[in-house]
C-alpha cells in the first residue's frame, strides 16, 4: 500500500473521526473507502459523459468558442482554491 498525507481542515478531520466511530471503525478505513467510491463514481461518470459527447459529436453538435471559453474559465477559477 501506498502512503498519502493528507492535511485536513480541522471541521472536516472532527467530522470523519466522529462518523467513523459512530459506524464502529477507523478514520483511515472510512477514508480509503469514500475514496474509493469516489473515484469509482467519477470514473462511471467520466465514461458516460465520454460516450455523451461522441453522440453529440456523431450528430454535429459542437460547443461554441464563447462556451468553452466559460467551461476553461469556470475550471480555471475552480483550481485556483
Do not use: C
Not at 4 to 30: M, V
Amino acid at each position: 500500500m501506498t502512503g498519502i498525507s493528507l492535511n485536513l481542515p480541522e471541521d472536516l478531520s472532527n467530522s470523519l473521526a466522529d462518523l467513523a466511530k459512530t459506524n464502529g471503525q477507523t478514520a483511515r478505513y472510512l477514508a480509503i473507502n469514500v475514496l474509493r467510491d469516489y473515484i469509482e463514481h467519477e470514473k462511471t461518470l467520466t465514461a458516460h459523459q465520454i460516450k455523451l459527447a461522441v453522440k453529440e459529436a456523431d450528430q454535429g453538435k459542437f460547443a461554441t468558442d464563447e462556451q468553452v471559453a466559460a467551461m476553461r474559465a469556470r475550471r480555471w477559477s475552480r483550481n485556483a482554491d
